[in-house]
Protein backbone atom coordinates (compact mmCIF):
# COMPACT_ATOMS: atom_id res chain seq x y z
CA UNK A 1 0.00 0.00 0.00
CA UNK A 2 1.36 3.97 -0.94
CA UNK A 3 2.40 5.84 1.51
CA UNK A 4 3.26 9.21 1.64
CA UNK A 5 6.34 10.98 3.23
CA UNK A 6 6.85 14.22 3.94
CA UNK A 7 9.92 16.04 5.67
CA UNK A 8 8.06 18.76 7.61
CA UNK A 9 9.34 22.69 7.91
CA UNK A 10 9.50 24.02 4.33
CA UNK A 11 7.01 27.29 3.57
CA UNK A 12 5.02 26.29 0.28
CA UNK A 13 5.56 29.03 -2.27
CA UNK A 14 4.09 29.42 -6.25
CA UNK A 15 1.13 28.29 -7.71
CA UNK A 16 -1.40 25.17 -6.68
CA UNK A 17 -4.15 24.70 -10.08
CA UNK A 18 -7.75 23.64 -8.32
CA UNK A 19 -9.40 20.76 -9.79
CA UNK A 20 -13.25 20.22 -9.97
CA UNK A 21 -15.19 19.51 -7.09
CA UNK A 22 -15.72 15.78 -6.64
CA UNK A 23 -18.61 16.44 -4.80
CA UNK A 24 -20.58 18.17 -7.50
CA UNK A 25 -19.36 15.48 -10.33
CA UNK A 26 -20.42 12.24 -8.32
CA UNK A 27 -24.18 14.50 -8.83
CA UNK A 28 -23.10 15.57 -11.89
CA UNK A 29 -22.31 12.41 -13.64
CA UNK A 30 -25.18 10.72 -11.52
CA UNK A 31 -27.64 12.86 -13.57
CA UNK A 32 -26.77 11.29 -16.82
CA UNK A 33 -29.14 8.82 -16.00
CA UNK A 34 -31.86 11.29 -16.55
CA UNK A 35 -31.56 11.47 -20.32
CA UNK A 36 -30.92 8.54 -22.99
CA UNK A 37 -28.85 12.06 -24.57
CA UNK A 38 -25.11 12.73 -24.04
CA UNK A 39 -24.08 14.42 -20.76
CA UNK A 40 -20.71 16.12 -21.29
CA UNK A 41 -18.83 16.80 -18.39
CA UNK A 42 -15.74 18.48 -18.36
CA UNK A 43 -13.49 19.82 -15.60
CA UNK A 44 -13.97 16.55 -13.83
CA UNK A 45 -11.13 15.69 -11.44
CA UNK A 46 -8.84 12.47 -11.35
CA UNK A 47 -10.11 10.69 -8.59
CA UNK A 48 -10.84 6.96 -7.27
CA UNK A 49 -14.19 7.79 -6.48
CA UNK A 50 -15.09 9.37 -10.01
CA UNK A 51 -13.35 5.90 -11.30
CA UNK A 52 -15.26 4.17 -9.10
CA UNK A 53 -18.48 6.01 -9.95
CA UNK A 54 -17.57 5.41 -13.66
CA UNK A 55 -17.50 1.62 -12.81
CA UNK A 56 -21.13 1.64 -11.57
CA UNK A 57 -22.87 3.84 -14.66
CA UNK A 58 -21.18 0.90 -16.84
CA UNK A 59 -22.73 -1.39 -14.64
CA UNK A 60 -26.02 -0.23 -15.78
CA UNK A 61 -25.02 0.09 -19.86
CA UNK A 62 -24.24 3.73 -19.69
CA UNK A 63 -21.41 4.63 -22.53
CA UNK A 64 -18.47 6.53 -21.49
CA UNK A 65 -15.63 8.48 -23.24
CA UNK A 66 -13.07 10.34 -21.55
CA UNK A 67 -11.51 12.71 -23.82
CA UNK A 68 -7.69 12.42 -24.12
CA UNK A 69 -5.67 15.25 -23.40
CA UNK A 70 -5.25 18.52 -25.74
CA UNK A 71 -1.85 19.69 -26.81
CA UNK A 72 -0.93 22.25 -23.74
CA UNK A 73 -3.34 20.69 -21.24
CA UNK A 74 -1.31 19.93 -18.26
CA UNK A 75 -2.34 17.06 -15.59
CA UNK A 76 -4.40 19.23 -13.59
CA UNK A 77 -6.77 20.70 -16.17
CA UNK A 78 -9.26 18.26 -15.43
CA UNK A 79 -10.76 15.36 -18.07
CA UNK A 80 -13.60 15.75 -19.94
CA UNK A 81 -15.96 12.46 -19.34
CA UNK A 82 -19.14 12.45 -22.13
CA UNK A 83 -21.47 10.12 -20.71
CA UNK A 84 -24.46 8.38 -22.72
CA UNK A 85 -27.53 6.53 -20.66
CA UNK A 86 -29.29 5.71 -24.09
CA UNK A 87 -29.20 1.83 -23.27
CA UNK A 88 -29.69 1.30 -19.76
CA UNK A 89 -29.76 -2.49 -19.28
CA UNK A 90 -30.05 -2.52 -15.82
CA UNK A 91 -31.58 -0.66 -12.51
CA UNK A 92 -29.45 -2.50 -9.80
CA UNK A 93 -26.79 -1.51 -7.68
CA UNK A 94 -24.98 -4.56 -6.28
CA UNK A 95 -23.58 -4.24 -2.72
CA UNK A 96 -19.84 -4.77 -3.91
CA UNK A 97 -20.44 -1.61 -5.75
CA UNK A 98 -22.12 0.68 -3.39
CA UNK A 99 -20.34 0.23 0.00
CA UNK A 100 -17.38 1.42 -1.61
CA UNK A 101 -18.54 4.87 -2.39
CA UNK A 102 -21.94 6.50 -0.28
CA UNK A 103 -22.76 9.18 -2.93
CA UNK A 104 -23.59 5.80 -5.10
CA UNK A 105 -26.87 5.13 -3.67
CA UNK A 106 -28.19 8.51 -5.20
CA UNK A 107 -28.35 6.48 -8.36
CA UNK A 108 -31.62 5.20 -6.81
CA UNK A 109 -33.37 8.81 -7.83
CA UNK A 110 -32.63 9.02 -11.50
CA UNK A 111 -33.52 5.31 -12.13
CA UNK A 112 -36.79 5.25 -10.79
CA UNK A 113 -37.66 8.71 -11.81
CA UNK A 114 -36.57 7.36 -15.22
CA UNK A 115 -37.41 3.76 -15.47
CA UNK A 116 -39.92 3.23 -12.77
CA UNK A 117 -38.01 1.13 -10.51
CA UNK A 118 -34.31 0.82 -9.00
CA UNK A 119 -32.85 -1.89 -6.38
CA UNK A 120 -30.21 -0.05 -4.72
CA UNK A 121 -27.77 -1.22 -1.73
CA UNK A 122 -28.17 0.02 1.68
CA UNK A 123 -24.80 2.00 1.70
CA UNK A 124 -23.81 1.14 5.08
CA UNK A 125 -21.95 2.91 7.82
CA UNK A 126 -18.56 4.49 7.51
CA UNK A 127 -15.75 5.95 9.28
CA UNK A 128 -17.62 9.00 10.18
CA UNK A 129 -20.65 8.12 11.53
CA UNK A 130 -23.56 5.68 10.86
CA UNK A 131 -24.75 7.89 7.85
CA UNK A 132 -28.28 6.93 6.99
CA UNK A 133 -30.31 7.24 3.94
CA UNK A 134 -33.68 7.98 5.43
CA UNK A 135 -34.21 11.46 4.56
CA UNK A 136 -33.37 10.38 0.91
CA UNK A 137 -36.10 7.69 1.17
CA UNK A 138 -38.54 10.49 2.31
CA UNK A 139 -37.53 12.41 -0.37
CA UNK A 140 -38.94 9.36 -3.22
CA UNK A 141 -41.72 8.65 -1.33
CA UNK A 142 -43.30 11.95 -1.20
CA UNK A 143 -42.90 12.25 -4.76
CA UNK A 144 -45.27 8.92 -4.55
CA UNK A 145 -42.59 6.06 -4.92
CA UNK A 146 -43.04 2.82 -2.98
CA UNK A 147 -39.90 1.65 -0.66
CA UNK A 148 -39.23 -1.70 0.33
CA UNK A 149 -36.17 -2.59 2.23
CA UNK A 150 -35.56 -6.41 0.66
CA UNK A 151 -31.49 -8.18 1.65
CA UNK A 152 -30.07 -5.26 2.22
CA UNK A 153 -31.51 -3.16 -0.92
CA UNK A 154 -33.71 -0.40 -1.27
CA UNK A 155 -36.18 -1.14 -3.86
CA UNK A 156 -37.85 1.86 -5.06
CA UNK A 157 -41.26 1.54 -7.39
CA UNK A 158 -43.24 3.94 -9.41
CA UNK A 159 -44.31 2.07 -12.44
CA UNK A 160 -46.72 5.16 -13.70
CA UNK A 161 -43.53 7.76 -12.91
CA UNK A 162 -43.19 10.13 -9.87
CA UNK A 163 -45.39 12.69 -9.01
CA UNK A 164 -44.42 15.97 -7.78
CA UNK A 165 -45.05 16.65 -3.88
CA UNK A 166 -43.70 18.60 -0.99
CA UNK A 167 -40.45 17.46 0.88
CA UNK A 168 -39.78 19.24 4.32
CA UNK A 169 -36.36 18.06 4.88
CA UNK A 170 -35.97 17.98 9.10
CA UNK A 171 -32.57 18.52 8.54
CA UNK A 172 -29.91 20.19 5.90
CA UNK A 173 -28.72 17.05 3.58
CA UNK A 174 -26.83 18.06 0.77
CA UNK A 175 -27.39 13.99 -0.19
CA UNK A 176 -31.29 14.27 0.13
CA UNK A 177 -31.68 17.68 -1.73
CA UNK A 178 -29.10 16.03 -4.47
CA UNK A 179 -31.87 12.90 -4.96
CA UNK A 180 -35.05 15.20 -4.68
CA UNK A 181 -33.99 17.27 -7.08
CA UNK A 182 -33.09 14.68 -9.74
CA UNK A 183 -36.00 12.64 -9.24
CA UNK A 184 -38.27 15.82 -9.23
CA UNK A 185 -37.16 17.00 -12.71
CA UNK A 186 -39.09 13.86 -14.02
CA UNK A 187 -42.00 14.08 -12.01
CA UNK A 188 -45.28 15.08 -13.14
CA UNK A 189 -46.47 17.93 -11.42
CA UNK A 190 -44.22 20.86 -9.62
CA UNK A 191 -42.45 19.70 -6.48
CA UNK A 192 -41.28 22.09 -3.03
CA UNK A 193 -37.89 20.95 -1.53
CA UNK A 194 -38.13 22.67 1.56
CA UNK A 195 -34.85 23.31 3.99
CA UNK A 196 -32.88 22.23 1.10
CA UNK A 197 -28.99 22.10 1.42
CA UNK A 198 -27.51 25.56 -0.32
CA UNK A 199 -24.00 23.53 -0.80
CA UNK A 200 -22.25 25.30 -3.97
CA UNK A 201 -22.26 21.44 -5.49
CA UNK A 202 -26.39 21.60 -5.05
CA UNK A 203 -26.64 24.63 -7.34
CA UNK A 204 -24.08 23.65 -9.60
CA UNK A 205 -26.45 20.04 -10.32
CA UNK A 206 -29.14 22.35 -10.47
CA UNK A 207 -27.51 24.43 -13.20
CA UNK A 208 -26.80 21.51 -14.95
CA UNK A 209 -30.57 20.30 -14.71
CA UNK A 210 -31.74 23.23 -16.43
CA UNK A 211 -29.37 23.27 -18.73
CA UNK A 212 -30.79 19.49 -19.69
CA UNK A 213 -34.29 20.98 -20.06
CA UNK A 214 -35.45 20.74 -15.87
CA UNK A 215 -37.36 23.63 -14.57
CA UNK A 216 -35.88 24.33 -11.60
CA UNK A 217 -36.17 27.78 -9.01
CA UNK A 218 -34.68 29.32 -5.79
CA UNK A 219 -31.41 26.42 -5.99
CA UNK A 220 -28.73 27.95 -3.64
CA UNK A 221 -31.54 29.17 -1.51
CA UNK A 222 -33.30 26.81 1.11
CA UNK A 223 -36.47 26.38 -0.77
CA UNK A 224 -36.47 24.53 -4.76
CA UNK A 225 -39.36 24.62 -6.48
CA UNK A 226 -39.11 22.01 -9.76
CA UNK A 227 -41.57 21.78 -12.47
CA UNK A 228 -41.56 18.02 -13.50
CA UNK A 229 -40.75 17.57 -17.67
CA UNK A 230 -41.25 14.41 -18.86
CA UNK A 231 -37.98 14.35 -20.97
CA UNK A 232 -34.73 15.83 -20.65
CA UNK A 233 -31.44 16.35 -23.08
CA UNK A 234 -28.17 16.04 -23.21
CA UNK A 235 -25.74 19.15 -22.72
CA UNK A 236 -22.22 20.09 -21.74
CA UNK A 237 -21.35 21.55 -17.92
CA UNK A 238 -17.78 22.68 -16.64
CA UNK A 239 -17.89 20.95 -13.35
CA UNK A 240 -17.31 23.85 -10.56
CA UNK A 241 -14.17 24.51 -8.57
CA UNK A 242 -13.40 22.07 -5.13
CA UNK A 243 -13.94 24.25 -2.54
CA UNK A 244 -12.72 21.50 -0.02
CA UNK A 245 -9.16 21.03 -1.66
CA UNK A 246 -9.14 25.17 -1.92
CA UNK A 247 -9.52 25.18 1.91
CA UNK A 248 -7.33 22.97 2.63
CA UNK A 249 -4.23 23.99 0.37
CA UNK A 250 -5.21 27.71 2.42
CA UNK A 251 -4.75 25.94 5.51
CA UNK A 252 -1.54 24.42 4.61
CA UNK A 253 -0.08 27.92 3.93
CA UNK A 254 -1.49 29.60 6.63
CA UNK A 255 -0.03 26.88 8.61
CA UNK A 256 3.64 26.48 7.01
CA UNK A 257 3.64 30.33 5.96
CA UNK A 258 4.78 31.31 2.54
CA UNK A 259 2.75 33.16 -0.58
CA UNK A 260 0.57 30.55 -2.74
CA UNK A 261 -1.93 31.47 -5.58
CA UNK A 262 -4.93 29.19 -5.87
CA UNK A 263 -5.68 28.94 -9.37
CA UNK A 264 -9.31 28.29 -11.24
CA UNK A 265 -10.88 28.91 -7.88
CA UNK A 266 -13.55 31.54 -6.19
CA UNK A 267 -13.52 32.84 -2.72
CA UNK A 268 -17.09 32.53 -2.20
CA UNK A 269 -17.35 28.92 -2.26
CA UNK A 270 -15.97 29.11 1.07
CA UNK A 271 -15.86 32.80 2.22
CA UNK A 272 -17.11 31.66 5.99
CA UNK A 273 -13.82 29.23 5.68
CA UNK A 274 -11.59 32.09 4.35
CA UNK A 275 -12.98 34.61 6.96
CA UNK A 276 -11.91 32.22 10.07
CA UNK A 277 -8.33 31.57 8.36
CA UNK A 278 -7.67 35.53 8.21
CA UNK A 279 -8.92 35.57 12.02
CA UNK A 280 -6.43 33.00 12.19
CA UNK A 281 -3.27 35.21 10.73
CA UNK A 282 -3.68 34.80 7.38
CA UNK A 283 -3.98 37.14 4.71
CA UNK A 284 -6.26 36.22 1.80
CA UNK A 285 -6.88 38.27 -1.43
CA UNK A 286 -8.86 37.67 -4.86
CA UNK A 287 -6.34 37.54 -7.66
CA UNK A 288 -7.47 36.94 -11.08
CA UNK A 289 -9.09 33.87 -11.49
CA UNK A 290 -7.74 32.34 -7.92
CA UNK A 291 -7.05 33.06 -4.42
CA UNK A 292 -3.73 34.69 -2.82
CA UNK A 293 -3.18 32.89 0.65
CA UNK A 294 -0.29 34.08 2.56
CA UNK A 295 1.22 34.30 6.14
CA UNK A 296 4.53 35.73 6.81
CA UNK A 297 6.16 36.00 10.05
CA UNK A 298 2.97 36.77 12.17
CA UNK A 299 1.82 33.44 14.58
CA UNK A 300 -1.46 31.50 14.48
CA UNK A 301 -4.05 32.77 16.49
CA UNK A 302 -6.34 30.43 18.42
CA UNK A 303 -9.86 30.78 16.13
CA UNK A 304 -13.13 28.64 17.57
CA UNK A 305 -15.16 27.23 14.85
CA UNK A 306 -18.11 25.27 15.05
CA UNK A 307 -18.97 22.89 11.38
CA UNK A 308 -22.52 24.06 10.07
CA UNK A 309 -24.49 23.76 6.19
CA UNK A 310 -23.34 26.28 4.09
CA UNK A 311 -22.78 29.09 3.87
CA UNK A 312 -21.25 27.68 7.22
CA UNK A 313 -18.05 26.45 7.98
CA UNK A 314 -17.79 23.26 6.14
CA UNK A 315 -17.56 20.06 7.96
CA UNK A 316 -14.96 18.49 5.33
CA UNK A 317 -12.65 21.42 6.30
CA UNK A 318 -13.25 20.71 9.96
CA UNK A 319 -10.14 18.30 10.46
CA UNK A 320 -7.67 20.39 8.41
CA UNK A 321 -8.41 23.30 11.06
CA UNK A 322 -7.54 21.38 13.84
CA UNK A 323 -4.36 20.81 12.20
CA UNK A 324 -3.78 24.29 11.66
CA UNK A 325 -4.81 25.25 15.48
CA UNK A 326 -2.15 22.36 17.07
CA UNK A 327 0.35 25.24 16.36
CA UNK A 328 -1.88 28.24 17.33
CA UNK A 329 -1.05 30.34 20.46
CA UNK A 330 -3.27 29.50 22.54
CA UNK A 331 -6.45 27.40 23.02
CA UNK A 332 -9.05 26.70 20.24
CA UNK A 333 -12.56 24.91 20.36
CA UNK A 334 -13.67 23.26 17.16
CA UNK A 335 -17.61 21.69 17.11
CA UNK A 336 -18.48 19.28 14.93
CA UNK A 337 -22.59 19.37 14.70
CA UNK A 338 -22.88 17.74 11.20
CA UNK A 339 -21.18 14.14 11.74
CA UNK A 340 -21.07 12.81 15.19
CA UNK A 341 -17.74 10.18 14.73
CA UNK A 342 -15.48 12.44 12.49
CA UNK A 343 -12.71 12.85 15.26
CA UNK A 344 -10.95 9.82 14.29
CA UNK A 345 -7.79 12.35 13.21
CA UNK A 346 -7.50 13.28 16.78
CA UNK A 347 -5.49 10.24 17.65
CA UNK A 348 -3.77 10.63 15.00
CA UNK A 349 -2.54 14.40 15.61
CA UNK A 350 -1.53 13.27 19.12
CA UNK A 351 1.11 10.79 17.56
CA UNK A 352 2.87 14.17 15.96
CA UNK A 353 3.01 15.63 19.61
CA UNK A 354 -0.56 17.95 19.63
CA UNK A 355 -2.57 18.56 22.55
CA UNK A 356 -6.61 18.13 21.72
CA UNK A 357 -9.00 16.96 24.74
CA UNK A 358 -12.57 16.02 23.57
CA UNK A 359 -15.74 16.90 24.94
CA UNK A 360 -19.18 15.20 23.55
CA UNK A 361 -19.66 17.15 19.75
CA UNK A 362 -16.14 19.23 20.73
CA UNK A 363 -12.76 19.45 20.76
CA UNK A 364 -10.54 22.17 22.62
CA UNK A 365 -7.16 22.03 21.29
CA UNK A 366 -4.41 23.49 22.92
CA UNK A 367 -1.71 25.31 20.43
CA UNK A 368 2.06 24.19 21.27
CA UNK A 369 5.00 25.07 19.91
CA UNK A 370 6.14 22.45 17.32
CA UNK A 371 5.22 19.09 15.79
CA UNK A 372 7.41 16.18 15.55
CA UNK A 373 7.17 13.84 12.42
CA UNK A 374 5.68 10.08 13.29
CA UNK A 375 4.26 7.04 11.39
CA UNK A 376 0.13 8.18 11.42
CA UNK A 377 -2.28 6.88 9.82
CA UNK A 378 -5.36 8.01 7.17
CA UNK A 379 -8.48 7.18 8.80
CA UNK A 380 -10.57 9.28 6.04
CA UNK A 381 -10.26 11.63 3.13
CA UNK A 382 -10.53 14.97 5.04
CA UNK A 383 -8.63 13.05 8.15
CA UNK A 384 -5.92 12.58 5.77
CA UNK A 385 -5.47 15.81 4.29
CA UNK A 386 -5.34 17.05 8.23
CA UNK A 387 -1.93 15.10 8.72
CA UNK A 388 -0.49 15.84 5.45
CA UNK A 389 -1.01 19.83 6.86
CA UNK A 390 0.48 18.43 10.31
CA UNK A 391 3.43 16.61 8.18
CA UNK A 392 4.15 19.96 6.29
CA UNK A 393 4.65 21.73 9.54
CA UNK A 394 6.68 18.83 11.75
CA UNK A 395 10.09 19.02 12.55
CA UNK A 396 11.31 15.67 10.91
CA UNK A 397 9.99 12.71 8.90
CA UNK A 398 6.12 12.03 9.21
CA UNK A 399 4.64 8.81 7.05
CA UNK A 400 1.09 8.71 6.31
CA UNK A 401 -0.30 5.24 5.86
CA UNK A 402 -3.06 4.17 3.99
CA UNK A 403 -3.23 6.79 1.38
CA UNK A 404 -5.72 5.26 -0.64
CA UNK A 405 -7.98 7.56 1.13
CA UNK A 406 -6.38 11.02 -0.16
CA UNK A 407 -6.66 9.29 -3.70
CA UNK A 408 -10.29 9.32 -3.20
CA UNK A 409 -10.29 13.26 -2.91
CA UNK A 410 -7.09 14.95 -3.70
CA UNK A 411 -5.88 14.94 -7.41
CA UNK A 412 -1.90 14.96 -7.36
CA UNK A 413 -1.48 16.46 -3.98
CA UNK A 414 1.97 15.20 -3.51
CA UNK A 415 2.95 16.90 -6.98
CA UNK A 416 0.77 20.28 -6.45
CA UNK A 417 2.41 20.84 -3.17
CA UNK A 418 5.95 19.77 -4.09
CA UNK A 419 5.93 22.19 -6.71
CA UNK A 420 5.52 24.80 -4.18
CA UNK A 421 8.41 23.85 -2.13
CA UNK A 422 7.13 21.21 0.62
CA UNK A 423 9.60 17.90 0.75
CA UNK A 424 6.96 15.42 0.10
CA UNK A 425 6.94 11.84 -1.61
CA UNK A 426 4.80 9.23 -2.71
CA UNK A 427 5.99 5.92 -1.64
CA UNK A 428 4.71 2.95 -3.80
CA UNK A 429 4.09 -0.33 -1.95
C1 LIG B 1 -22.14 15.20 1.48
O1 LIG B 1 -22.44 13.97 2.11
C2 LIG B 1 -20.69 15.13 1.08
N1 LIG B 1 -20.48 14.02 0.17
C3 LIG B 1 -19.81 14.96 2.30
O2 LIG B 1 -18.45 14.98 1.92
C4 LIG B 1 -20.07 16.14 3.26
O3 LIG B 1 -19.34 15.96 4.44
C5 LIG B 1 -21.57 16.22 3.58
O4 LIG B 1 -22.34 16.31 2.36
C6 LIG B 1 -21.93 17.43 4.42
O5 LIG B 1 -21.52 18.61 3.78
C7 LIG B 1 -20.68 14.20 -1.15
O6 LIG B 1 -21.10 15.24 -1.60
C8 LIG B 1 -20.33 13.06 -2.04
P1 LIG B 1 -25.59 14.95 4.26
P2 LIG B 1 -23.95 13.56 2.39
O7 LIG B 1 -26.73 14.15 3.73
O8 LIG B 1 -24.80 14.10 1.33
C9 LIG B 1 -27.63 13.17 8.21
C10 LIG B 1 -16.26 14.16 1.74
O9 LIG B 1 -15.32 14.04 2.56
N2 LIG B 1 -28.54 12.42 7.35
O10 LIG B 1 -25.61 16.42 4.01
O11 LIG B 1 -23.96 12.09 2.64
C11 LIG B 1 -26.19 12.69 8.11
O12 LIG B 1 -25.96 11.54 8.89
C12 LIG B 1 -17.68 13.79 2.12
O13 LIG B 1 -16.11 14.52 0.56
C13 LIG B 1 -29.58 11.71 7.92
O14 LIG B 1 -29.77 11.69 9.14
O15 LIG B 1 -24.20 14.33 3.76
C14 LIG B 1 -25.44 13.90 8.58
O16 LIG B 1 -25.44 13.94 9.97
C15 LIG B 1 -17.76 13.17 3.49
N3 LIG B 1 -30.42 11.00 7.09
C16 LIG B 1 -26.29 15.07 8.04
O17 LIG B 1 -27.59 14.52 7.78
C17 LIG B 1 -30.25 10.98 5.75
O18 LIG B 1 -31.06 10.32 5.07
C18 LIG B 1 -25.79 15.71 6.77
O19 LIG B 1 -25.49 14.69 5.81
C19 LIG B 1 -29.21 11.72 5.17
C20 LIG B 1 -28.36 12.44 6.01
Redesign the pocket.
Known sequence: MDRIRIRGGQPLNGTIPISGA???A??LMIASLLTEETLELSNVPRLA?IASLLRILSNFGVDHMIAGRRPGETQETGQTIRLTAGSVVDTFAPYELVST???SF?VIAPLVARFGEARVSMPGG?A???????????ALEKLGATIEIDGGYVVARAPDGLKGGEIDFP????????VALMAAALADGTTVIRNA?R?P?VTDLAECLVKMGARIEGAGTSEITVHGVPKLNGTSHDVLPDR?ETGTYAMAVAMTGGNVLLENTKPELLQFALDVLEQAGAKITREGNGIRVYRNGNGIQPVDVTTD??PGF???LQAQFMALMTRAGGTSRIRET???N?FMHVQELARLGARIRLDGDGAFVDGVDGLKGAPVMAT???ASACLVIAGLAAEGETTINRVYHLD??FEALETKLSRCGADIERVKG
Open positions: KNALPDMRAWCIGTRPVDLLIMKVTVGGTHAEEIPFPTDIFERDLRRG
